[in-house]
Structures are given as structure tokens and as C-alpha cells.
């Protein structure tokens, strides 16, 4: 595992010392571009670009690229022609020598004939227009956003991007909702094929896994296409890495940050060992051998008991640290040009260290009270510290083979690191005493991709893509302790005498992704009636391994030695040879699962203009899945689910134009949601006391979803745009994570419930403020709100335990609301941005009676950010993140059931690019 | 002292099995070898049980995952059978479902036994789930409550678990009981969710349970969720959590009960774990958070509009704890723990031996019950009470409500003789207890001179509560614990003391 990472690794780094320095000539320079369908956007081949006055000219290649070698420095003027568009001379073009330049044009399909256009050189080079461009050709509906309003916002990772896409939510920082769905709805891609899900019980990708420098857009569709994945119904996120420049370019950047609950304050902090600050921990974090080879079903000699406890790592108790300043830094170098081929190239590392912080972390199980209220049956309070790690490295190298294809091969490895140290008090109702707890856990993350992508275009009418993908994805958390002592009646905090007293963990779950893709694309009719037919097929396999052995580590002594910290009490002195104190039990419910999932699709899309207006996009995808899960427990308890469905999924969607600046959209679809792996394995997975057991069902079906959408659309101008949108979906036997009410304590397992809806409607508004007078020159506002409704309909068994049978479906926000201004000075080198973001209260778990829903609350979250130049090629940014300093709050009824403060966060930032 | 007739032949039968103790073979010599190899003359109970069956004993019985007697069948299991739990399909449990019956009448020479598959010497708490009976009389959790551990992971198991609550005739009948031991049951099918020896949820009245033993289980050994059933000659040995539980509106009468503790056994690895607070007695109001509170009121008054209030009696036990210094779970040892809201009668009882202390009335809502009593605490004896805490009996003042001079205001009538050993009140105590001690070492009978053989409550027409609740069903007696003086030994012969 260690080794493929390493070479994922190696692999990314390694054309780092390969880029060459390009030899120039002196008196000209290259013209690099694309040449792009006005209506359509998408880059159209054969298109003959000639530079005036000279005989230089090419041919445009593949997805409308294009280079122009050679061309003589100074202004100059291109003509552009292709058979079925309007003639298009763009002038003014400056070159200067030794340079190369980005020029990208659009031609507008004749369907009559139209007089030659000329433009002068308005370059718009990765800017929101490109995304809102996005939005408005694509026939499906999506969101994008691009580096530059990245750039603008200040967002460190994918996740915080996120937040700023309409009708997005993103939960714990990093999982991404779509229209207030629950996250099992939402599925992501990088550069187009799947990510995994690192999480063990949820279907979800840490978005925050990639650094913001690395992206250069993030896609959110939320409309199915029959050429997509159809488990999704929430969105589909894509995030796109960075393409290389049109020139070799460099750049550094370097942020130092601090949080106001953090910089000198003292937190608790788990001891280190060597490797967690680069997430690649040592193996003194492995599991003892004599613990993991020896069978607790026969006898055990006190030996071996002693032994096992010398050899587990004996760490328990946090230590006391001081907050420090985040840093972060990354490197990035892009061209064009290897060896004199040309060949893209793209190679991009960073790290970050962040110190967090969860103040006042609160934890409590609620009981119901008088005239139901909520009480505390258990409460505790602490502190959380934790120290994360990030780092990443992209690799993307690409190359023209011929004029009509190419071939573009991505590598990407991010992995992240948390050593987290929790200490906490409070009164724990079932020992009717107080407690002292403290957990320590290392979780280290890690995807690596690899990703080769083949684009070849046959004559003018016919194009085929291929994807062949591998991803490894791991989730490791070794070596978690958890030690409780409780008061005795002499106010002595001793060791909890039970299998809650002390604990350890060894969480270790490996995952492999191999994905195989192709399509071919058709066109018929009149070229600009872009009329297509396209077929594919899709198959992907992933294999996951998850493996969570806990053993509780227990001691038959004394008062005198159970007072002491548990690295006495369980230290060599007590397992002496002649001890005979200790014991090591295994949990035995706890488990392991592996799971194997083969699915494959094909598909048929067609694509065609009803008259000139409107476009309409129908097809079917049929999409086999065979998961199969193995789980068992420690005990020695299998299970194996099976689940194995083939689904025809349609889609339906018709685009109108009311007019150049206006479109109106009707979609009606059906995707499907299949259930985490996890979820199918029947074995306990469950926090040190008082938490809730969480338990699979192998029973679990696959959700199929009916999504219904209605959406108008108005681009005032390029950079702007308002519209409207209405959707409704319709599950049947949507799953839900539902507490079970027992004779003892609660479960929460999975159940399908009966069906479900939601319903709701998006705003979106982008308009520059210039209209309402000087003062508000270079000021954009925009905002997009997201309101909807959802309802669950419960089968008649989960109607008896749950409280509330009339409500919203668990996750479902009632609505999202994410605003902002940007003031851009004139040359767009200074600018100022102020983000507001807020979510609905919205279910996190279905009470079971009498005790009312937990929710989690709004949190009113502001965000600003300041760009500017420096000196030289030196430009800063300063980050305000989360200045309201907003708790997270988890409610049942008025019982804090979670919750925690984060604090406010202040960084400086500076990027040079020499 | 005036006996119903019932209850006379019932002595008879008693002192019948005395006599006849001598020739009992040991009905562990079906089973052979370590690793339980099912040995012939066996057979496999699996799945549902939907027509009325009758295991004979003749054969041994393999229960294999959750067997589940379903509504309209009756289990009728004669005299001397033997039921194990399957050491392969952890977890195998006997769930009497609502609507079912189970006719399992021993006697004191072959009583019924469900037991480890392993053989003896080889056999540890945990090794099976346990004996689960629904019943369909009524507690006071509202929703569909199931049995915890019945959703676990255990072969056959029906995921969405049993359901208990909703049951709406306090006097059905799920059948009897009768000579019946359940040893080394407990399993935990879920992290934490250990299975009781015995479960009774929401069983009614018309059911009958006498002559039961509970050994060496993982959880408590006997567990009432609601409901009204009756019960008598219930005995309890090593327990890895509470002797007796109620809770959740159990309205039942238990009379003659006999708890022991010598030591916290080691559970077979995986199947689970010793509580943190096994206690002699827990009583719940309700379980926790679960119960529904009534508009103005608080959950742990649950169920008062319904008259569903957890009021259990429970009258001449004798329940001894480990005593001396030895380790007790960090929250345990209490002889008789009073919580959530609980009401119940609790008299002429021996509380002995526990290291922690020896009654505690936990929160107000007991107290509220204690004070307006409908929770009577009346005429018990302590002997070497808080072995751990240097004496300690009652709730230290400024905690919890269960002080001394509480105790005194109510009349309770408690007799605290800590320097009294518990094996001078009675005719046979072994002063070390070890795994080969056998159940004839053991004579519950006071001896003549001993404090316990009077002081009883030998009449409850003073107090029209006791005498209401009381009905013919709990006898007065002038003596306090679960024995006579001079009467019958009633837990000899059919009973056992083998730990492993």
C-alpha cells in the first residue's frame, strides 16, 4: 500500500525534472488558442486560422486548439474561417517577441448567410464569464466555478469553494450536499472519473483533500445526461485540475494564518511519533502482533496478557501544547513546451499545517423532561485539539498526437493528516458519577489517481473520448486510544473497571478504483445544426478492504494503581513476570467488511435541434451494479449482503431560447442511489460511552429517484446572470440512518424508508452594481438562494419508534442562502471580496419517541477576503474566515446534544510568479 | 403465618425434590468433548417455530441463531431436556414471541436446563444469548420499542428486532415456567447490547414462573420490561450485570429470591462484558430515555396517568455480594439501586455483602414515590454492608436521597448489622467460594439464633398499600430473607453452582 502510494508519488514529481527551459526565438512568438461554437461552446476542429499578411496559418485540432508558431512580434491580425460559420478577423492582436499568447475565438454557425464578423483581441482568459458561459451552453444544468473566482474568495480547499455554488451545502467543513440533500445524493469526480469515498459509513469525498491551487474549476451538475453516472440526484461534482499555461510559468506562494482560539492558546495535543507530519505515519502505530495473531476464542496464559500490553504503544494521556500559526505553502510550474515538442504540461505541489481547534466541544444524550423538554441523561464538556496536515501534488501532462487527437495523462496525490487529542468532563447518568475522558486519534487520508483521457476526432463529424482511470484510496487511523476514569465516592478519579475503561483501535481501510470509458460522438444534419448521436459504455470495479479491530485493555488492580495515569497502570512495572493483573479483551462486535462492486453502463444520447430555438436531449442509460459485502465481527459472526440491480434510467431534457440572452430549460430524469458499502455490513461500529452503536443492514435496496426540473435563465450581460429554477424529486425507499429505541440503550442502523419528496426553488442572481451610480463602480453582487420542502413517508414499522412521521427527509436543509459583493479596481489587480453563507436548520438524525428530532442549527458564517499587488510580481491576500465566530450547534430541543466553537481565522498570503 | 393452598402443595413438591435430590445424575454428561461436537440423540432448533412442539429429553437440543416461537404456537419442553446454545452460531437465543406460548414444566428432579454447548469446566458467560420472553401486557414506553440485542448479529436474526411495547392485556399468558435454569447466556449481539438469562417483556399475569435459575449470564439475570407477571423461587448466581432489573412500568409480585455473587467471572472473549455497575437490584422507572412524560410531568413519572408506574414487589430475598475487598466494577455493588422514578415494595429482604453500599434511592422522582409511598422500603437486614467504602449503607448525606434517617422517617425498619457475617445468619455458607463449590454447600435457612429469623413484616393489614398490592399472591412472614426457619429448602436439588 505504502509503495503504490509512493509511486503515485513519484510519478506526479517526476516530470518536475524533466521540464526543460524552451529556447525562444527572438523576433516572434506563438499564438496559442481555441476556437470555440458561440451557441454550443464546445471547440470545433478543421477550423483554419491564418495570420494576415503572412503566410503563417494551421488548422484548428482537436476540441478547437490551435498553435501558431513563428509569428513575426508585433500587432497582428488573424482570420478565421470554417465551412457553416461566419468568417470571424479578430485585430489587434500585440505579440511580443519571445512570447506566447493566449487567443481564444468564437464563430457563429450560418444559417444564413452572414457577412464576415471583425473583432479586436478582448482576451477573457479563465474568468467568470467562462463559467457562466458553462452554465449557459451546457444542456444540462450546472454550476462552475473558476479559478479566478477562487482566486477571489478565501477558500483553501475544493470544500469551501463549494460552499459559494448555489443551492450547496457543505457539512464538517468538507462533505458536500447538493440542494439540501443528504450527501449520500451527491457523488464527485476528479477530471471525470469517480473519487472514492474514504469515510467507512458514509458515501462521501473530504473535498477539503484538494488544495485550491490545484483546481482551475469545480463543476456542480445537477441535471443527468445519459453520459453520466446515474447515481446521482442531489449533483455531481467535478473538479477540474489545472490546465497548463500557454508559457512556462512558475509561481510560489506562501500563507501564514492564526485563529483566534488557537495562536498561544493551550490546547490539548496528542504526542506525535515520526511521520504524522507528512501523513505517512510510523509503523509503531501498527498493531502489536501478539494482539492481532492471537486467537481470543481458546485460552490465554497471563504471558501472553502481559505481553500484549507491553507491547501496545502506551501512550493515553494528551499533552499540553500552544496554539500555533498556520502555514502553508505550494509550488507550481506549468508550459507548454518539453523537449521542443509540445507537450503541456502541468506539475503542482503544496503543503499546509493548520492547527484547530473545537472550543467548548460539548457532548450529551438527552432524556425527556417535564412538558417535553429535553434533559441531560449524560453530559460532557472539553476540548478538542488537533494539528492537520495537507499536502498535494498534480501532475498533468497532455499532447497532441497529430492534429486530431490527444492524449492527456493526469496524476494527482493529496493526502491529509489529523492527530487529534479530546479531553473532556461531565457526569455520566448510568454510573450516576462523574467522568474524565480522553481520546487520542491519528486519521490519516490519502487518494491517488491516475487518469489517462484519449480525444480523437475522425473528419469533421465524428469524435471518440476514452477514459482509463485507476484510484487507491485510503483511510487509516491507527492506534486510537480512549481512557475514561470515573469519581469514586471519595472524589478519587480512578479507571472505569469495564470494557469502556480503556480502549484502543486500529481503523485501516484500503480502497482500489479501476474505471474503463469510452463514447462516440455523431454528428448529422447541417453543421450548425449540431445535430449528435452518442453511444457508450462504462465499467468500473472497486474493491474496498475495511478492517477496525478494538480491544479493551482492563487491570484487576488496586484503587492505589487505578488512580494513576493509564501509562502506569498499564506500564511494564505492572506486567511483570509474575503479574497477574491485566487482561486484553477484544470488542467482540466490532468488525471488518470487505466489498467488491462491479458496475457497467452503456448509453444512447441523441441530441437535436427542434427548430432554431429549441434543443432537446433524450436517451437512456442502463446501469448494472453487483456489490457484494463481507462483513464480520470479532466474535466470528459473518454476514454477507448482495446486491445486484439493473436500472434503465431516462432522461429527458429540452432547452428553449427565448432570445440570445435568455434560456429556458425542462428536465425530467431518474437516477439512482445505492447504498454505502458500510451500510450493508451488519457489525457495530461505536464511540467509547455513551455513543451511539451504529450497526449495517444487509437488507438495505437502492434508491431510485425521479427528478423533475424547470429552470429560466437570463445573461444581461457576459458576467451576469439571474435566474429562476424550479425542482421536485421523488424517492422511492430513500435510506435514512434512523435510531432504534431499545430496552437498553439506542442503535442507529440504515433503513429504506417507504418513499419520499422534495421540492424547492433557486434563485440565482450575478450583476455587476455600476447601474446605481459611481460609487459602486467595479462592485458585483451576487447571490443564490435555494427553498424547498421535503417530506418522508415512513414504513409502518419505523412510523411506531420514530417521534415525528410528518417531516423533512434526514439531511434536508429548507433552505441555503449564499451572498456576496466583490469590488474589482480598474486594472482588476486589487480586489475585495465580503461572502455570507447560512443553511436551514436541517435534521441530522430522526428522534425515536418521545425525545424530538436532532437538528443541526444555522450558522451564519462571514467570510472577506482582499487581494492586491505587492511590488514587483508579488501579490498578497488577506483572509478573514468565519468572523462571526459561529458555534456549530447540534440541538434536540433545547439540549445541546453537540457543539463546539471553532473560531475566527486571519491569514496573509502571498504569490509570486517570477 | 396462613398459607393458601396453592402455595402448600407447592411446599409439598418442594420437599419432594429434597428428598429425591440424591439420585439427580448430572445431566451434563450428554455433551461431550471441549468445542461442543454435537454428540447423537441431538437435534437443531432453528429459525421459526410456527406449530405447537415438544422437545423431549431424550434428545439434546441445539438451538442455532435466533429461534423464534411465533404467535399461535406452543413450545412444550418436558421434564429434563436439555437446550444449548450453539457455540458456532454465536448469539443463538429462544425468543417466546408475543402471542406464543412456552409450557416448559421440570421438576425438582429433572428440571429444564439451557446451557453452554461447551462442555462443563469449559464453559463461560457469553456463550449463548439467552431466554427471551414478549408478552402482551402493557408498559409504559409508548412506539415500537424493541428488545435490545434482538436486531443484533446474530445468524437468523430479523434485523428490525422485536418489538415489545404496545401490548394491551396486563393478564395474558405467554405459558409457564416451571424448574427451569438458564446458565452462561449473555452474549452481546451488538457492541454493549449484552442478552439477559432471562428477558420477561410486557409478560402478563396469566403466565406462571416459579423454580427458576439463572447462572453465570453476561447481562442481569432476570429482566422485566413492563408488564405484570408474577413470579416465586427465583434464583440468581453470578450475574456480569443487575440480579433483578424492573423497569418500565413492571407491575408484577416476586416473593422468595435468592441472589449470588462470590465473584465477577471472566465472559468468554467477544461475547461481551461485565457491567460497569452490576448491581443486586436496579428498579427503573423507566429505561433511559425512552419514556414518555406526561403533559406537566416528568418522564420519570411515566406511565402515572395509566397506572403504569413501576411498581413491582418484591418480598423475602436473600441477595449476597462479593463482600470483603475484592474489585468491583467501578459503579457496582449495590445491593438495591431505587432510580428513574421508580415505585415497588421491597420487604423482608437480607441485603449482604455488598461492597459499595447497600440501598440507594437515586433521584427525586424515587424520592417523590418514597415520600408519598407508593415506594415502600420495609423491614430488611444489612449485614457487612460496604465492604469497599469502610460501612457505608445508605446514600451519604448530599447525595442522592436514600440517607439513614430517610429510611427511619418512613418507617422502613432497616437493620444494619455490618459486623454480622453473612455466614452466621445462615445454616450452610462456605467461607471460600471457588468453581468447585458445590449448590449443597450452600443452606439459605436461617440459623435459629440469627437476627433474620424473625423481624419480618408478619402481617401487612397495618398498611392497606401493602395488603392491596400484596393481594393472596405475597405471604407475610415473621422470618426476613428468602427462607424459612425449619422449612423447605426449596432450592435444593434442581439447582446448580457450577461457574464453569
Same mark, same amino acid.
Given at each position: ?91 489587434? &492582436? ?38 457562466? $458561459? ?20 478565501? $477558500? ?198 493548520? !492547527? ?61 493528516? !489529523? ?177 467488491? $462492486? ?88 461505536? $464511540? ?32 451576469? &446572470? ?47 452594481? !455600476? ?91 462571514? !467570510? ?51 | ?46 429459525? =421459526? %417455530? ?19 416461537? @411465533? ?28 402471542? #406464543? ?15 453452554? /454447548? ?69 452474549? #452481546? ?23 427458576? /435459575? ?39 409480585? +416476586? ?5 449470588? *455473587? ?37 418522564? @420519570? ?29 467501578? /459503579? ?24 459499595? /453500599?447497600? %440501598? ?5 422522582? =424515587?424520592?417523590?414515590?418514597? *415520600? ?17 467504602? =469502610? ?11 436514600? @440517607? ?13 448489622? +455490618?459486623?454480622?457475617?453473612? #455466614? ?7 467461607? =471460600?467460594?471457588?468453581?468447585?463449590? *458445590? ?62
Amino acid at each position: 500500500m505504502r509503495r503504490r502510494l509512493a509511486i503515485a508519488t513519484l510519478t506526479t514529481l517526476l516530470p518536475l525534472l524533466a521540464a526543460p527551459v524552451a529556447a525562444q526565438q527572438p523576433a516572434t512568438g506563438r499564438i496559442v488558442g481555441r476556437i470555440l461554437d458561440a451557441a454550443g461552446g464546445q471547440g470545433l476542429p478543421d477550423v483554419q486560422i491564418q495570420v494576415v499578411g503572412t503566410p503563417t496559418g494551421t488548422i484548428s485540432g482537436i476540441d478547437g486548439k490551435y498553435t501558431l508558431a513563428g509569428v513575426k512580434a508585433g500587432t497582428v491580425t488573424l482570420v478565421i474561417k470554417r465551412i457553416g460559420y461566419a468568417q470571424k478577423t479578430v485585430t489587434g &492582436i500585440f505579440l511580443d517577441a519571445g512570447k506566447t499568447l493566449e487567443q481564444n475565438v468564437s464563430l457563429t454557425a450560418a444559417t444564413v448567410m452572414l457577412s464576415a464578423v471583425s473583432v479586436t483581441a478582448d482576451a477573457e482568459k479563465g474568468t467568470v464569464t467562462e463559467a457562466l $458561459d458553462l452554465q449557459k451552453v451546457s444542456v444540462n444544468v450546472v454550476n462552475a466555478i473558476t479559478a479566478e473566482q477562487i482566486g477571489k474568495s478565501p $477558500d483553501g480547499d475544493a470544500a469551501q469553494t463549494l460552499q459559494r455554488v448555489s443551492g450547496v451545502t457543505v457539512q464538517d467543513g468538507k462533505y458536500v450536499q447538493a440542494r439540501g440533500l443528504g450527501e449520500r445524493y451527491t457523488t464527485a469526480s476528479l477530471n471525470g472519473a469517480r473519487l472514492p469515498s474514504p469515510e467507512p459509513e458514509r458515501k462521501v469525498v473530504p473535498l477539503d483533500l484538494f488544495p485550491s491551487g490545484l483546481l482551475q474549476s469545480v463543476t456542480t451538475i445537477k441535471t443527468f445526461t445519459p453520459d453520466l453516472p446515474g447515481d446521482f440526484s442531489g449533483a455531481q461534482v467535478d473538479i477540474k485540475t489545472r490546465e497548463f499555461p500557454a508559457e512556462r510559468q512558475t509561481s510560489y506562494s506562501l500563507t501564514i494564518g492564526a485563529n483566534d482560539r488557537v495562536l498561544g492558546k493551550s490546547l490539548p495535543m496528542a504526542p506525535r511519533v515520526a511521520g504524522d507530519m507528512i501523513g505517512v505515519t510510523s509503523s509503531v502505530r501498527n498493531i502489536p502482533r501478539v494482539i492481532a495473531r492471537t486467537s481470543f476464542q481458546s485460552a490465554i496464559p497471563q504471558e501472553t496478557y502481559n505481553a500484549m500490553v507491553l507491547a501496545q504503544r502506551n501512550v493515553w494521556t494528551a499533552l499540553q501544547g500552544s496554539g500555533a500559526p498556520n502555514l502553508s505553502t505550494g509550488i507550481s510550474v506549468g508550459g507548454s513546451q518539453i523537449l521542443g515538442k509540445r507537450i503541456g504540461y502541468l506539475v503542482s505541489t503544496s503543503y499546509g499545517m493548520s !492547527d484547530e481547534v473545537r472550543a467548548d466541544d460539548r457532548y450529551a444524550v438527552g432524556n425527556a423532561g417535564a412538558n417535553g423538554s429535553v434533559v441531560p441523561l449524560t453530559e460532557l464538556a472539553g476540548i478538542t485539539g488537533r494539528r492537520s496536515v495537507q499536502w498535494g501534488g498534480l501532475a498533468n501532462i497532455s499532447s497532441l498526437l497529430g492534429t486530431s487527437s490527444r492524449l492527456t495523462f493526469t496524476a494527482t496525490t493529496t493526502r491529509s493528516a !489529523d492527530s487529534e487529542a479530546r479531553i473532556d468532563r461531565g457526569f455520566d447518568e448510568n454510573l450516576s458519577d462523574s467522568i474524565a475522558r480522553t481520546t487520542l486519534r491519528y486519521v490519516e487520508r490519502g487518494i491517488a489517481t491516475t487518469n489517462v483521457k484519449g480525444e480523437h476526432q475522425w473528419g469533421t463529424r465524428q469524435r471518440t473520448e476514452w477514459t482509463a482511470a485507476y484510484g487507491y484510496t485510503t483511510r487509516r487511523e491507527p492506534d486510537r486510544s480512549d481512557v475514561v476514569y470515573s469519581r469514586n465516592s471519595s472524589g478519587q478519579y480512578q479507571l472505569l473497571g469495564s470494557l469502556d475503561g480503556a480502549r484502543r483501535l486500529w481503523f485501516d481501510l484500503d480502497e482500489q478504483n479501476t474505471l474503463a470509458e469510452a463514447n462516440h460522438q455523431i454528428l448529422f444534419g447541417g453543421a450548425a445544426a449540431r445535430n449528435s448521436v452518442k453511444i457508450g459504455g462504462y465499467v468500473r470495479r472497486t474493491t474496498r478492504d475495511a478492517d477496525a479491530p478494538m480491544y479493551a485493555f482492563l487491570t484487576r488492580a488496586g484503587s492505589d494503581v487505578t488512580a494513576l495515569p493509564a501509562e502506569q497502570i498499564f506500564g511494564a512495572a505492572q506486567a511483570c513476570a509474575t503479574c497477574s493483573l491485566l487482561n486484553v479483551q477484544p470488542i467482540g462486535q466490532a468488525g471488518s467488511y470487505d466489498a467488491s $462492486d462491479n458496475t457497467a453502463a452503456g448509453f444512447g444520447m441523441l441530441e437535436f435541434g427542434l427548430g432554431e430555438k429549441v434543443r432537446v436531449v433524450t436517451g437512456g442509460r442502463y446501469e448494472h451494479a453487483f456489490i457484494r459485502v463481507n462483513s464480520s465481527t470479532q466474535a466470528g459472526f459473518a454476514a454477507r449482503a448482495r446486491l445486484e440491480n439493473g436500472d434503465l434510467l431516462p432522461a429527458l431534457i429540452v432547452n428553449t431560447k427565448l432570445s440570445n440572452s435568455q434560456n429556458l430549460r425542462f428536465a425530467a430524469t431518474q437516477t439512482v442511489s445505492r447504498p454505502e458499502y458500510r451500510e450493508l455490513a451488519p457489525v457495530t461500529f461505536r $464511540d467509547v460511552l455513551g455513543g451511539v452503536s451504529v450497526t449495517g443492514n444487509d437488507k438495505l435496496r437502492r434508491t431510485l429517484i425521479a427528478n423533475f426540473d424547470a429552470r429560466w435563465e437570463l445573461y444581461p450581460t457576459a458576467a451576469e &446572470i439571474v435566474s429562476i429554477g424550479a425542482f421536485a424529486k421523488v424517492f422511492d425507499s430513500p435510506i435514512e440512518r434512523v435510531e432504534q429505541a431499545t430496552s437498553g440503550a439506542y442503535q442507529a442502523t440504515f433503513q429504506n424508508a417507504k418513499s419520499g419528496t422534495s421540492f424547492g426553488v433557486e434563485l440565482e442572481v450575478r450583476k455587476d452594481l !455600476d447601474m446605481l451610480g459611481r460609487l459602486f463602480y467595479g462592485l458585483t453582487g451576487f447571490a443564490n438562494v435555494t427553498v424547498m420542502q421535503s417530506r418522508i413517508n415512513l414504513n409502518p414499522v419505523q412510523a411506531q419508534t420514530v417521534t415525528d412521521t410528518e417531516r423533512q427527509m434526514v439531511g434536508q436543509a429548507p433552505y441555503v442562502l449564499n451572498t456576496g459583493v466583490t469590488w474589482t479596481n480598474r486594472s482588476g489587480a486589487t480586489s475585495a471580496t465580503l461572502l455570507y453563507n447560512v443553511v436551514g436548520e436541517r435534521i441530522t438524525a430522526a428522534g425515536v419517541k418521545p425525545l424530538p428530532n436532532i437538528v443541526e442549527r444555522p450558522r451564519h458564517v462571514v !467570510d472577506a477576503a482582499l487581494r492586491f499587488p505587492l511590488f514587483g510580481n508579488v501579490t498578497g491576500r488577506l483572509d478573514g474566515k468565519n468572523l462571526l465566530d459561529a458555534r456549530y450547534q447540534f440541538m434536540q430541543g433545547g439540549l445541546e446534544r453537540e457543539g463546539y466553537s471553532a473560531g475566527r481565522g486571519l491569514s496573509l498570503g502571498l504569490n509570486w510568479k517570477p | 403465618m396462613s398459607h393458601s393452598s396453592p402455595r402448600r402443595r407447592l411446599l409439598a413438591t418442594a420437599l419432594l425434590t429434597v428428598l429425591a435430590a440424591c439420585s439427580t445424575t448430572d445431566d451434563n454428561d450428554l455433551i461431550t468433548g471441549p468445542g461442543g461436537g454435537i454428540p447423537s440423540g441431538t437435534a437443531v432448533l432453528t429459525g =421459526s %417455530i410456527t406449530a405447537n412442539r415438544t422437545l423431549a429429553a431424550e434428545t439434546t437440543y441445539v438451538l442455532r441463531g435466533f429461534v423464534y416461537v @411465533q404467535n399461535g404456537a406452543t413450545l412444550t419442553i418436558r421434564p429434563g431436556t436439555k437446550i444449548v446454545g450453539d457455540t458456532t452460531a454465536l448469539g443463538s437465543a429462544l425468543f417466546i414471541m408475543r402471542g #406464543a406460548k412456552i409450557d416448559a414444566q421440570g421438576t425438582a428432579t429433572a428440571p429444564i436446563v439451557f446451557t453452554s /454447548q461447551r462442555a462443563p469446566g469449559n464453559r463461560a458467560p457469553g456463550d449463548w444469548g439467552g431466554l427471551i420472553i414478549v408478552g402482551n401486557a402493557r408498559n409504559n414506553r409508548s412506539g415500537g420499542i424493541i428488545v435490545e440485542g434482538s436486531n443484533g448479529s446474530v445468524l437468523g436474526a430479523d434485523p428490525a428486532g422485536v418489538v415489545y411495547t404496545g401490548g394491551s392485556n396486563d393478564a395474558d399468558n405467554s405459558g409457564t415456567l416451571r424448574y427451569v435454569r438458564v446458565e452462561f447466556a449473555g452474549y #452481546a449481539t451488538l457492541t454493549d447490547a449484552e442478552l439477559n438469562s432471562f428477558t420477561f417483556a410486557a409478560v402478563g399475569s396469566g403466565t406462571t414462573f416459579e423454580f427458576l /435459575q439463572s447462572v453465570a449470564g453476561l447481562d442481569d439475570s432476570y429482566e422485566w420490561f413492563g408488564g405484570t407477571v408474577d413470579g416465586r423461587f427465583l434464583v440468581s448466581y453470578e450475574a456480569g450485570d443487575d440480579h433483578f432489573d424492573a423497569s418500565e412500568g413492571y407491575r408484577g409480585r +416476586n416473593q422468595f429470591l435468592i441472589a449470588m *455473587q462470590s465473584t465477577y467471572l471472566t465472559p468468554r472473549a467477544g461475547a461481551g462484558a461485565v457491567s460497569s455497575d452490576p448491581q443486586g437490584f436496579e428498579v427503573d422507572g423507566c429505561g433511559g430515555g425512552g419514556c414518555t412524560a406526561p403533559a406537566g410531568g416528568n418522564a @420519570q413519572s411515566s406511565g402515572a396517568a395509566d397506572g403504569l408506574w413501576n411498581m413491582n414487589m418484591f418480598a423475602n430475598f436473600t441477595i449476597i455480594g462479593v463482600g470483603g475487598g475484592a474489585v468491583v466494577p467501578a /459503579q457496582g455493588g449495590v445491593g438495591m439501586v431505587l432510580r428513574r422514578g421508580t415505585g415497588g415494595h421491597y420487604i423482608n429482604g437480607v441485603i449482604a455483602r455488598w461492597p459499595r /453500599q447497600a %440501598i440507594s434511592l437515586r433521584d427525586s422522582t =424515587s424520592n417523590n414515590r418514597f *415520600q408519598a409511598d407508593s415506594l415502600i422500603v420495609r423491614n430488611l437486614f444489612v449485614a457487612e454492608g460496604g465492604t469497599l467504602t =469502610s460501612g457505608v449503607v445508605f446514600d451519604a448525606t448530599g447525595t442522592n436521597f436514600g @440517607q439513614e434517617a430517610a429510611f427511619a422517617a418512613r418507617n422502613s425498619a432497616i437493620t444494619v448489622a +455490618n459486623a454480622t457475617t453473612a #455466614a452466621s445468619l445462615f445454616t450452610a455458607y462456605p467461607t =471460600s467460594i471457588t468453581a468447585a463449590t *458445590q449448590v449443597s454447600a450452600f443452606d439459605w435457612t436461617p440459623v435459629g439464633t440469627a437476627a433474620i429469623a424473625t423481624g419480618g413484616l408478619s402481617t401487612f393489614a397495618a398498611d392497606p398499600r401493602i395488603a392491596a398490592r400484596a393481594g393472596t399472591f405475597i405471604t407475610p412472614t415473621a422470618y426476613r430473607g428468602a427462607a424459612a426457619p425449619g422449612g423447605t429448602k426449596w432450592w435444593a436439588g434442581w439447582t446448580n453452582y457450577a461457574r464453569n
